[in-house]
């Protein structure tokens, strides 16, 4: 597999340091993931720190890591981010949580500000896409190796 992230000479620039332009995967043996919107929950669903950008953006980011190790990779696997913030005046606050999540080459990225998310007092959401190669032993069928 065969993953690159580049911004090309011959294309615009990113309009922030927090992207990459391209990312191109490789499949030979890989896998990609599709990791869900992720909210700051607690246990029991319900949301953490209403209205704190920052609190929520920082537990969004744990979430997509514990998920991400689940599955065998890390957030330097990932190679897109999208991302839903219900007030963009606080981008700030959500980027430097993702600086601290993302530290290496950053990956592709689309931000859009929504009217609103479900559940009420949630201001971010984040999903991400990771390419990550295949597991030893797996069976590419998606079932269980013998």
Do not use: H, K
């Not at 580049?6 to 995967?25: C, I, K, L, T």
């Not at 606050?93 to 993702?98: F, T, V």
């Not at 950053?106 to 500000?113: F, G, I, L, N």
Request: glycine fraction near 10%; avoid cysteine.
């Amino acid at each position: 597999m065969n993953v690159s992230l580049r911004n090309p000479e011959n294309a615009p620039g990113p309009a922030s340091p927090f992207y990459s332009q391209v990312a191109r995967v490789d499949l030979g043996g890989g896998a990609l993931l599709f990791v869900s919107g992720q909210l700051a929950l607690d246990e029991s669903g319900e949301v953490i720190a209403p209205g704190d950008m920052a609190t929520q953006s920082r537990a969004v980011m744990r979430s997509l890591d514990a998920l991400l190790r689940a599955e065998g990779a890390s957030p330097a696997d990932v190679v897109s981010i999208r991302t839903f913030l219900t007030d963009m005046s606080r981008l700030g606050e959500y980027g430097a949580a993702r600086a601290e999540f993302f530290t290496g080459t950053p990956p592709t990225s689309a931000t859009v500000e929504v009217s609103r998310l479900v559940p009420p007092g949630a201001v971010v959401e984040v999903e991400v896409v990771a390419a990550v190669p295949a597991a030893a032993g797996a069976d590419p069928s998606g079932g269980a190796a013998a």
